[in-house]
């Protein structure tokens, strides 16, 4: 059986459209983490808040914030993992980064591009399922929107974690709250969500609810609607192996093709 993976939420307020900003604000919130854990998670888009000014805040993957991830990963000795804004071959992606202390990336570009706030019409939308083994812990990352789809985040690879940045708006949290709940029951799986809080300059306001789901559904750690907040949780790979061992849910699934 593998070893406990500890992870640690970052439900941050964002500075809107100014990365130098929020790098700093970030690192002193990821210097207060005292204890050891393996995962940092902070939100979608957290370098910038979620703008549709790509053009003006873009990166490329050699620049200062995927630097800065990387550097921060290698001194806490923990995974670090969220999105922000990719610019490449002169396209621009809403790209999730994981980077692990060995400095090792991998990168995941949203499916879902978020319609309603023309998302699509400015960043290209990705194609691509990303798992991470890390630590003996299959890891599926996703980005915000594609939780309401859960076709594309159906658990055939036997991933062990589902886990969801986002910029979840105040008014549909709702939907944030049981759609979570949601996605680790029929996946047989811990669910992971790290949303932001404030209010962006589009007058978008983010009420947090980050939450941890266990394979049952079940909330493993407190709503905290409203304000900044670092929550710490311990998985436990022996929870994974009873349930799926007991109930066997997963083998019941229909099996199609996804184009």
Same mark, same amino acid.
């Given at each position: 059986?593998?070893?406990?993976?500890?992870?640690?939420?970052?439900?941050?307020?964002?500075?809107?459209?100014?990365?130098?900003?929020?790098?700093?604000?970030?690192?002193?919130?990821?210097?207060?983490?005292?204890?050891? #854990?393996?995962?940092?998670?902070?939100?979608?888009?957290?370098?910038?808040?979620?703008?549709?000014?790509?053009?003006?805040?873009?990166?490329?993957?050699?620049?200062?914030?995927?630097?800065?991830?990387?550097?921060?990963?290698?001194?806490?000795?923990?995974?670090?993992?969220?999105?922000?804004?990719?610019?490449?071959?002169?396209?621009?992606?809403?790209?999730?980064?994981?980077?692990?202390?060995?400095?090792?990336?991998?990168?995941?570009?949203?499916?879902?591009?978020?319609?309603?706030?023309?998302?699509?019409? #400015?960043?290209?939308?990705?194609?691509?399922?990303?798992?991470?083994?890390?630590?003996?812990?299959?890891?599926?990352?996703?980005?915000?929107?594609?939780?309401?789809?859960?076709?594309?985040?159906?658990?055939?690879?036997?991933?062990?974690?589902?886990?969801?940045?986002?910029?979840?708006?105040?008014?549909?949290?709702?939907?944030?709250?049981?759609?979570?709940?949601?996605?680790?029951?029929?996946?047989?799986?811990?669910?992971?969500?790290?949303?932001?809080?404030?209010?962006?300059?589009?007058?978008?306001?983010?009420?947090?609810?980050?939450?941890?789901?266990?394979?049952?559904?079940?909330?493993?750690?407190?709503?905290?609607?409203?304000?900044?907040?670092?929550?710490?949780?311990?998985?436990?790979?022996?929870?994974?192996?009873?349930?799926?061992?007991?109930?066997?849910?997963?083998?019941?699934?229909?099996?199609?093709?996804?184009?």
């Amino acid at each position: 059986m593998q070893e406990p993976l500890k992870v640690a939420s970052i439900q941050s307020d964002l500075v809107w459209e100014n990365p130098k900003k929020n790098r700093k604000q970030l690192s002193e919130k990821i210097k207060s983490i005292k204890a050891d #854990v393996d995962v940092i998670v902070l939100p979608e888009m957290f370098s910038t808040g979620f703008t549709m000014n790509a053009s003006k805040v873009a990166e490329p993957m050699d620049g200062d914030t995927v630097s800065w991830m990387q550097k921060k990963a290698m001194k806490t000795r923990a995974a670090i993992v969220g999105s922000l804004i990719i610019s490449e071959d002169n396209r621009f992606y809403n790209r999730l980064i994981f980077v692990e202390p060995s400095g090792a990336l991998f990168y995941y570009d949203k499916r879902h591009t978020f319609t309603l706030a023309n998302e699509h019409k #400015v960043y290209t939308a990705g194609n691509k399922k990303l798992i991470i083994d890390y630590k003996g812990w299959k890891i599926c990352p996703l980005i915000c929107y594609d939780l309401r789809f859960p076709v594309w985040s159906r658990n055939v690879e036997e991933y062990d974690i589902l886990l969801f940045v986002a910029n979840w708006p105040k008014p549909r949290i709702q939907a944030w709250d049981i759609l979570l709940k949601a996605r680790a029951i029929e996946n047989m799986c811990y669910c992971i969500g790290v949303n932001r809080v404030g209010t962006d300059e589009a007058q978008n306001e983010y009420c947090g609810h980050s939450a941890v789901y266990d394979i049952l559904g079940n909330a493993i750690t407190p709503l905290k609607p409203n304000r900044e907040h670092i929550e710490i949780v311990t998985l436990e790979k022996k929870h994974i192996h009873f349930y799926r061992t007991k109930l066997q849910f997963l083998s019941d699934r229909d099996h199609f093709s996804l184009d």
